[in-house]
DNA sequence: CCATTAAAGGATT
DNA sequence: AATCCTTTAATGG
């Protein structure tokens, strides 16, 4: 792959601001790569040695548990930065990062993150705006796992992605990738049984429609509703 | 209200 | 055919 046009890069959020030039340049320094569904972009724990733009596709990022179990910590979509480790003073990657459908990328090795950063301001408030962002999200996770019931932390991931990644059909709006129980279990604490029974409630009721790995909003409105509630 | 366990059928490779 | 995903029911915290 040869070279990419800088203009494509400016309309994303991370490098809104920024000169021509300076895109040029930057994007002089990296390195375009695919990744086929369920491939490793990073491990936890590896040494980071790079920080990535998705330009397609997405990326499920899942933090492992000492004692094996998964949990889901969000969902990139293309025009996001991953694996920024350097962006907050870390020299190895917090989490797994996989391919939750065929990717491309573009890679920086990370030992250039200070000097893009220093020759370019407007970049650098963009990742902190984005990292601030993502501090956000989470907190807002936490409160919601401590305090909310789980067809309400259940309603909520699906929308939050249905959001990030939907795309209008004649039946609604269909999250993007294939995304099982299993996944959404992971990223609600809770267990696939019971998302299962939800969804399959919420498909009676018709306010979604949903098969193997594929979930279609049909009332978003109703459940955003549910997601909520309060008691 | 929700997790766990078990069992069985369907889909995918 | 083997494996993965989903549903359903029963049981118990």
Redesign the pocket.
């Known amino acids: 792959m040869s070279r990419l046009d800088p203009s494509l890069l400016a309309a994303l959020p991370p490098f809104s601001g920024m000169e021509r030039d300076a895109l040029a340049a930057m994007l002089a320094g990296a390195k375009p790569i695919r990744q086929p569904k369920d491939a490793y972009i990073f491990r936890q724990g590896e040494d980071a040695h790079a920080f990535f733009l998705l330009l397609d596709g997405y990326v499920r990022v899942v933090k492992l548990a000492p004692d094996g179990e998964q949990v889901i910590v969000r969902f990139i979509a293309s025009g996001e930065l991953l694996g920024i480790a350097k962006a907050i003073g870390r020299d190895r990657y917090p989490a797994n990062a996989i391919a939750a459908a065929d990717c491309v990328l573009l890679a920086w090795p990370s030992r250039s993150w200070d000097a893009i950063v220093a020759a370019n301001p407007g970049f650098a408030t963009n990742t902190y705006a984005m990292v601030g962002n993502r501090l956000l999200d989470t907190q807002d996770k936490v409160v919601e796992l401590a305090t909310e019931?789980?067809?309400q932390r259940v309603a909520n991931a699906v929308l939050n992605l249905a959001r990030q990644t939907g795309r209008q059909t004649d039946e609604g709006t269909l999250i993007d990738f294939r995304i099982?129980?299993?996944d959404i279990s992971e990223m609600t604490?809770?267990?696939?049984?019971?998302v299962?029974?939800l969804?399959?409630n919420w498909?009676t009721k018709g306010w979604i429609k949903?098969g193997?790995?594929r979930i279609t909003l049909v009332d978003s409105r109703t459940l955003a509703t549910l997601a909520t509630a309060r008691d």
């Open positions: 019931r789980v067809e099982s129980r299993q604490g809770t267990t696939l049984h019971t299962s029974r969804l399959s498909e949903s193997r790995q």
